[in-house]
């Protein structure tokens, strides 16, 4: 995917499928996480990394024993959040793209999106494949049933 970069102006441009990009809506980090660059969430480059509380990049990690289990279909690493886009047309990813969930994830009990993903990231106990795509779903069973997306370097 070609990098997406839209600023605050009123000009609009056009993305890889030539459609149009609005302006970024004024989305704003929760307290203690930042962009990579420090830039604001609604500045910042779809492919930047959010950096955690702690200062890390990792919201979590899929081990060695999973990658195993799947016969490397799924590979082991560090699970990074991206700024990502959110437009209007509910096509994006990341954090962006999570953000307008927010009220429903609160009304679950988690302070903000970022909290969620970083508590979905380093507790998931189930991992689901999508057939048709590069994307697991990582869930989080108990009480409540939490699930995300995870769009993965899937090997073929």
Do not use: W
Not at 30 to 45: D, F, K, V
Not at 87 to 97: P, S
Request: some cysteine.
């Amino acid at each position: 995917m070609k990098k997406i970069s839209a600023s605050e102006t009123k000009v609009k441009s056009l993305d890889v499928n030539n459609s149009i990009l609005q302006p970024p809506k004024k989305v704003a980090l929760s307290n203690g996480y930042r962009t990579q660059s420090g830039r604001a969430l609604h500045e910042a480059e779809p492919t930047e990394f959010i950096v955690k509380k702690d200062g890390s990049l990792d919201f979590g990690e899929i081990g060695k024993d999973i990658e195993i289990y799947t016969r490397g279909k799924v590979k082991s690493g560090k699970i990074r959040l991206q700024a990502g886009f959110n437009r209007d047309n509910g096509v994006g990813f990341g954090l962006k793209y999570i953000k307008k969930r927010e009220k429903s994830l609160q009304k679950l009990g988690f302070n903000n999106v970022e909290d969620y993903v970083e508590y979905i990231a380093e507790n998931f106990d189930r991992i689901y494949s999508e057939p048709k795509s590069d994307c697991i779903m990582l869930a989080k069973m108990g009480d409540k049933v939490h699930t995300m997306p995870v769009d993965l370097v899937l090997k073929k």
